[in-house]
Structure formats: structure tokens, C-alpha cells
């Protein structure tokens, strides 16, 4: 029986996964890439090169792995400019991802919590939230869990699941270890682990997709410090390029970058997709067909890409529940030097502040609980001696020699350390994307329209937990000072994106605006990642998102682009981890005998109506 043939859309982080597990199992998988191709050797028997911008502190003003703010902008504007009337407030750079082969994990921080079981049934445990269209998703934990295995395994992921705390290891409960222990850890999350510790908090080792031993053929990281947004020069950090589309094109499939997909085709009754329309760089438009169409191009493109084909929106939801996280910062200045800009920014995670909590706070503000998330412990307040001077600079007259003296003491770079907690967004319906009316890219295609505003969950959470996290860091051994800034307020209320700081611009973590359910009604996909609308259209990365939780969400994004791939292939569902009885579980929904079995059924009568058989 001949297996279908594949395009996927985008190659990051979802994308990749498809692409490895459907062309490691026999199928055609063509990969369509709108960016450039910056990785020697990938794919070839001899491995891939260094990266091209391993420590390019400059890079990030000359658009070298992200898109173009000029010839691709995005526009925004907050859902008080929308309802009066304001098409848009700012144009630029709004939540831009690298738009390149392998996209956002060639530089990524490679932290890879799972989320809680909690997350996954947040609507039934807690209830509603006014003002937010809170939901339950159609999986639990266990479904997911043996996907959250196996993808740790392909990406090589570090930790110690034994110095977790007790509320940790029942709301993410593990198969077994991570397949690398830790790294060293770093001396300034050694000092807020010691804060954390003296206030009654726990502090583990972060995991990290990062190699501590030789893995996969890639050599254990050297701690360069140059991480968080730059690409690994020895390829010791996993990723979607290193750890799946490497193995992917290894075995047989096709890559094309520079090819920007901009619909998907359809046939004439608009039930099945017949492949898509792509542009290369000059304009030029192409065809291809397909059995299949995976759409992993990021939670905003993927929205975008659905809109401009009217495909797949009978709900009207493609687009709404747009998700980012706010994030909130403390620090701490110190009077000795920490070498925080040195090895990965941040060794240990917290997570006492992932909620939820029912402090007075709520009551008053008029929420029935708060909700943070974990805190990315240990890193410096900023990447590297160039932007360091860019805040000396921004101060008027700090120049010549003045800049000098504030380089060589170097307080932010050498004193000052902090965390950061990674605040759950709620979803919210008129939190969009849709296309912009009037501006369009270089080809002529409408743009992305960002329409978002912070709830006040995020705010009230955030100026909650904030001085907590403060207390945490002058606490630390050597600490002279502290405070927090909820990152993102501004932003999301006035319309304010200009800043690197700044609410909804400033995170890369994007979700929602194709959430997954089981009302086609009420969501964009099944609990697998297909459209309700078209049997052979999947969504495969952050877009599918009924809540955002409190952790980075590449890890998930993965975990469902595995779960897809094997429903796309007509596979049997991975078994469902067995629940284990515990007071702060959610209740299980049936696992696979509820949602698995019928998305088997799905799945293999997909596959038979596609061949033209009936099911086995």
C-alpha cells in the first residue's frame, strides 16, 4: 500500500517532528521554508557546521535570521484601538520569530518544561474567568506524557527529576529519568537557589536541551555563554534542525527554503486541500500537490496562512485566543562579579509561583484565583556588552569617556542577576490575528494584524507575585538590593511595542488562534491537530493551544506535532501514561479509549478514503 505524500509548512520546532517521523517512516514529505537556509552540512553524512552567528551580537539589527520589519512588517494594536476604530498603532517587528531553516530553535534557550495536568483541565478544575475564554483541553497529561517522553529523548534533555519537589512530580509525573543528567551549574544561580532555599522555596535544575554528555553525535556543551539568541557553534544544544530535520532529510526528505507559502489550494467543493501556492524571492508563484497538508509556520502565520486560503474558520475561531506570556522580572545587585553572561542564562527553574492561589488580591481585584508560572533562575538582566551599552547610551550625555567607565564597571553585565517568571495569558477571543486591510508584505499579501491586550489575571498575578520574586533575589548570599518590573503592562494598554521589553513584543512564545477541540464549534482542530473543515489539513504547532500555562511551550509544540505525525499516518496512538492517584491530579478524561481510539479510527479511515480502500 503506497503511504501519502506530505507538504509540510515551516521548519521549526512542530514542523520538523512531522517532517522526521512521516519521512522516517516511508512517506514523500516536502518541506516549504519562507526563510533562508543558514546551516552548513545539514542533512549530509557529515553533520552540520558551525552556525554562522554563533556569538553575532549584531545580528539582531540586520534581520539575518528573522524576517525583514521593512519588506514583512506586522502591525498591532490594542483592543481598546480596535473598538475605536484604529486599524492599526504600530508597524514593525511584533513578535517576529526567526524565519529561517530550523526557525525559532536555532536560537533558542532550550529550556523544556512539560506543562501540569492542570493546565490541561484548567475550565473544569477552576471554572471560568470573566472576560476570558477559558477551556478545557481535549487531552490530558497522560495522552501527551509518552510524547513528552519520546521527544526528550530525540532532543536529548538534561535534568534531575529526583530533586524535583513533590507537587512537581505529581502534576508532571515521569516514565523514568531525563536522558542526560545536569550540567555544572552556573555560580549566579547557585546564589537565587540559595535566596529561594532560605524563603522556603525549591530550586532544581532547569531542563535543558542542551547536551551535558557527547549525544547524538554532538558534544557536550563548554558553557561559551552565547545561547539565548545565538546559534550553537559545536551544535551541542538540541533543537528542531540538529534533532530532527537533520535526520528527516537524512532519510529522504526534500527541503526548499525561500518558498513562502501564501495559500493553501483546495478542490472544487472546498472539502479536501490539493497541495498549496508558494512565491520564491522574486515573486514567482508555484504549485505543488499534495495528499496532505501540515501546517506548522507558527501559531500568528499559521493563523495568517488559514485566513488568506478561507479555509478551516466555519467556527469563526482561526485567529482568536491569541496567547502570549507576561512575563515578570526581578533582580538583584551584587557586590561581587557573578560571571552571569557565562554559560547557559539559566540553570535552575522555581516553580512555587505556578499556582493556582486565592490570595485577597484576587477577591478585589474580581478573579476567582491567580495564576503565575515557573521562573527562569540565574541569568544576567542583559545578553551581552553590546546591548549593555545600548542602556548606558540611552541615558542623555553617556558617551566618550563617560560610557567607558560605565563599560568597565560593567554593572549590568557583572552585578546585577535576576529570574524571570514565565505568567500565564489567558485566552481571550478578541486577542486576534486577522489580516491587515491595507498594509501588505513585499509580495503584495496582506500581513499579519496582532489585536492584544493583557487581562487582569496577568496584571493582578503579576504585581502579586512580583515582590515575592523580589524578596527571593535579596535574599541570595551577596545581594545588596532587589526588585521586579511586571514586563508587558505598558504595552498591552497603551500600545506601546516600540520597546525590547515591551507586553506582547517582547515574548516569542506564541499560542492559541487554532485551538484544538472537540466542538467544531468552538475550535479550529480535532485533538489531533486536524481541521474539523478538511480531513487532510493539520495545524502542528503552538496555534493549537487551549491555554497557554506557565511554561515555555516548545517542548508541547513538539509532543503534538509527534502525536499528529502518527495520527497523519494512520498510526496507533502511543499507550497513555496511567494515571496515578493523587490529591492535586486532574481527573482523567479516559486517555486514548476516549480521545485515542476514535482518533485511530479517524486516522485510519483517513487513510483508507485517501487510497481509495476500505479499513482494515
Known amino acids: 500500500m503506497s503511504r501519502p505524500s506530505v507538504i509540510v509548512v515551516g521548519s521549526g520546532a512542530g514542523a520538523s517532528v512531522v517532517a522526521w517521523h512521516l519521512a522516517t517512516t516511508g512517506h514523500e514529505v516536502l518541506i516549504l521554508e519562507k526563510g533562508r537556509h543558514l546551516l552548513p552540512g545539514l542533512g549530509s553524512a557529515?553533520?552540520?557546521?558551525?552556525?554562522?552567528?554563533?556569538?553575532?551580537?549584531?545580528?539582531?539589527?540586520?534581520a539575518f535570521e528573522n524576517q525583514d520589519d521593512l519588506l514583512e512588517p506586522r502591525t498591532a494594536r490594542t483592543q481598546a484601538e480596535a473598538n475605536q476604530g484604529v486599524a492599526r498603532s504600530v508597524v514593525g517587528d511584533i513578535n517576529d520569530l526567526p524565519t529561517c531553516v530550523g526557525g525559532g530553535t536555532i536560537h533558542w534557550d532550550a529550556k523544556t518544561p512539560r506543562f501540569w495536568r492542570q493546565d490541561f483541565k484548567g475550565r473544569s478544575l477552576y471554572g471560568p474567568v470573566?472576560?476570558?475564554?477559558?477551556?478545557?483541553w481535549p487531552l490530558t497529561y497522560e495522552d501527551l506524557a509518552p510524547y513528552y517522553d519520546e521527544i526528550e529523548r530525540r532532543l536529548g534533555v538534561q535534568g534531575d527529576a529526583a530533586r524535583m519537589p513533590a507537587r512537581s512530580q505529581e502534576q508532571m509525573p515521569r516514565s523514568g529519568p531525563f536522558p542526560m543528567p545536569p550540567n555544572p551549574p552556573m555560580l549566579a544561580g547557585l546564589r537565587l537557589a540559595e535566596g529561594a532555599r532560605r524563603l522556603g522555596y525549591t530550586a532544581y535544575p532547569f531542563p535543558m536541551a542542551v547536551n551535558s554528555t557527547a549525544y547524538d553525535g554532538r558534544p557536550p556543551c563548554n558553557s561559551c555563554g552565547f545561547c539565548s539568541g545565538f546559534g550553537c557553534p559545536i551544535s551541542a544544544r538540541g533543537g528542531a534542525a540538529v534533532s530532527f530535520l537533520h535526520h528527516a532529510l537524512q532519510a529522504g526528505a526534500q527541503l526548499r527554503p525561500r518558498a513562502f507559502v501564501h495559500r493553501v489550494d483546495v478542490d472544487g467543493g472546498g472539502t479536501r486541500a490539493t497541495g498549496v501556492s508558494w512565491l520564491d524571492p522574486a515573486g514567482t508563484e508555484h504549485h505543488e500537490t499534495a495528499d496532505v497538508v501540515v501546517l506548522a509556520a507558527s501559531a500568528i502565520e499559521t493563523a495568517r496562512l488559514l485566513l488568506l486560503s478561507g479555509i478551516g474558520n466555519r467556527s469563526g475561531q482561526v485567529g482568536r485566543n491569541l496567547m502570549f506570556h507576561l512575563f515578570t522580572i526581578a533582580g538583584a545587585l551584587f557586590s561581587d562579579d557573578l560571571h552571569a553572561w557565562r554559560g547557559p542564562s539559566t540553570t535552575f527553574v522555581i516553580d512555587d509561583f505556578v499556582g493556582p492561589d486565592k490570595p485577597p488580591a484576587a477577591a478585589a481585584a474580581g478573579l476567582p484565583y491567580l495564576k503565575g508560572g515557573i521562573c527562569e533562575t540565574g541569568g544576567t538582566t542583559t545578553p551581552g556588552p553590546l546591548a549593555?551599552?545600548?542602556?548606558?547610551?540611552?541615558?542623555?550625555?553617556?558617551?566618550?569617556?563617560?560610557?567607558?567607565?560605565?563599560?568597565?564597571?560593567?554593572?549590568?553585565?557583572?552585578?546585577i542577576i535576576g529570574l524571570s517568571m514565565v505568567g500565564e495569558d489567558l485566552p481571550q477571543e478578541a486577542n486576534r490575528v486577522d489580516l491587515d486591510p491595507q498594509i501588505k508584505d513585499l509580495h503584495g499579501v496582506p500581513v499579519p494584524r496582532i489585536t492584544h491586550a493583557n487581562h487582569d489575571f496577568e496584571i493582578v498575578a503579576s504585581n502579586y507575585y512580583g515582590p515575592r520574586l523580589a524578596a527571593l533575589c535579596g535574599a541570595a548570599p551577596g545581594a545588596v538590593g532587589s526588585s521586579f518590573i511586571p514586563i508587558g503592562v505598558a504595552a498591552s494598554q497603551t500600545g506601546d511595542f516600540s520597546s525590547a521589553l515591551a507586553g506582547p513584543a517582547s515574548t516569542a512564545h506564541i499560542m492559541g488562534t487554532c485551538r484544538m477541540g472537540d466542538d467544531p464549534t468552538r475550535s479550529v482542530t480535532d485533538a489531533f491537530g486536524r481541521l474539523h473543515d478538511l480531513d487532510n489539513v493539520w495545524v502542528a504547532d503552538g496555534a493549537l493551544f487551549a491555554s497557554s500555562g506557565g511554561f515555555n511551550p516548545t517542548l508541547t509544540i513538539m509532543a503534538l506535532a509527534l502525536r499528529a505525525a502518527r495520527a497523519v499516518a494512520g498510526e496507533s496512538p502511543l499507550p497513555a501514561q496511567p494515571p496515578r492517584p493523587s490529591g492535586a491530579t486532574t481527573p482523567s478524561t479516559g486517555g486514548w479509549e476516549a480521545a485515542g481510539a476514535a482518533g485511530a479510527a479517524v486516522a485510519a479511515g483517513l487513510a483508507a478514503r485517501r487510497l481509495g480502500q476500505s479499513p482494515d
Request: charged share 25%.
Open 46 to 62: 557529515a553533520g552540520i557546521g558551525p552556525a554562522r552567528f554563533g556569538n553575532d551580537e549584531v545580528k539582531a539589527g540586520r
Open 130 to 136: 470573566a472576560g476570558a475564554n477559558v477551556a478545557d
Open 388 to 415: 549593555e551599552a545600548g542602556l548606558y547610551t540611552s541615558v542623555p550625555n553617556a558617551w566618550g569617556v563617560a560610557l567607558k567607565k560605565a563599560m568597565r564597571a560593567a554593572v549590568w553585565r557583572k552585578h
